[in-house]
T-cell receptor, first 115, second 111 residues
Framework: ETGVTQSPTHLIKTRGQQVTLRCSSQSGHNTVSWYQQALGQGPQFIFQYYREEENGRGNFPPRFSGLQFPNYSSELNVNALELDDSALYLC??????????????FGAGSRLTVL | EDKVVQSPLSLVVHEGDTVTLNCSYEVTNFRSLLWYKQEKKAPTFLFMLTSSGIEKKSGRLSSILDKKELFSILNITATQTGDSAIYLCAAGSSNTGKLIFGQGTTLQVKP
């Protein structure tokens, strides 16, 4: 059984650029969520996808968008990068529907630095 | 607004000490309270609590939930240097799939 894998592990971008982060869910998991973790803070919910549809969104602007694919893998896209977007982006998957148990399995994250 | 608050924010102890980490929450339609350990990047699951007063144990770690007072504690006995990490508390609600995390407690265990 493979866990949650994310790519890339590290990347550096400049303000105004766009970035795509990728996530492969754990086998058998059909729900994927994305979280942003700034240095010294807890993870903040960005959004969740279930069966390829967005199912809940946190307090993030529309320039944060996502996709879930039929194989349950997912992408997080961020447009018009700002310095404050520098953070660890965590992907998490779970085997249940969104109304089910909330135990999430996290990937190791993508560390984004915006200069 | 839903929120989760952890205390203390950081803690330094010596091997063999016992520590208690605190987590209070205010979450609409509360369903569950989860504890995660974050050593480098990926938070790893420790416990999920849904019922008041029932202690969950795993080795030297234990946790309990009080749904009346809206808090949970995580205890670690006989701490080891390998327990050094950030401990995250998160609350889940029944009408969404998201977890609301606290800011974490950074634990450092010195030899």
């Amino acid at each position: 059984e493979t866990g949650v894998t994310q790519s890339p592990t590290h990347l550096i971008k400049t303000r105004g650029q766009q970035v795509t982060l990728r996530c492969s869910s754990q086998s058998g998991h059909n729900t994927v969520s994305w979280y942003q973790q700034a240095l010294g803070q807890g993870p903040q919910f960005i959004f969740q996808y279930y069966r390829e549809e967005e199912n809940g969104r946190g307090n993030f602007p529309p320039r944060f968008s996502g996709l879930q694919f039929p194989n349950y893998s997912s992408e997080l896209n961020v447009n018009a990068l700002e310095l404050d977007d520098s953070a660890l982006y965590l992907c998490a998957s779970s085997p249940d529907s969104p109304s089910g148990a909330n135990v999430l399995t996290f990937g190791a994250g993508s560390r984004l630095t915006v200069l | 607004e839903d929120k989760v608050v952890q205390s203390p924010l950081s803690l330094v102890v010596h091997e063999g000490d016992t520590v208690t980490l605190n987590c209070s929450y205010e979450v609409t339609n509360f369903r569950s309270l989860l504890w995660y350990k974050q050593e480098k990047k990926a938070p790893t699951f420790l416990f999920m609590l849904t019922s008041s007063g029932i202690e969950k144990k795993s080795g030297r770690l234990s946790s309990i939930l009080d749904k009346k007072e809206l808090f949970s504690i995580l205890n670690i006995t006989a701490t080891q240097t390998g327990d050094s990490a950030i401990y995250l508390c998160a609350a889940g609600s029944s009408n969404t799939g998201k977890l609301i995390f606290g800011q974490g407690t950074t634990l450092q265990v010195k030899p």
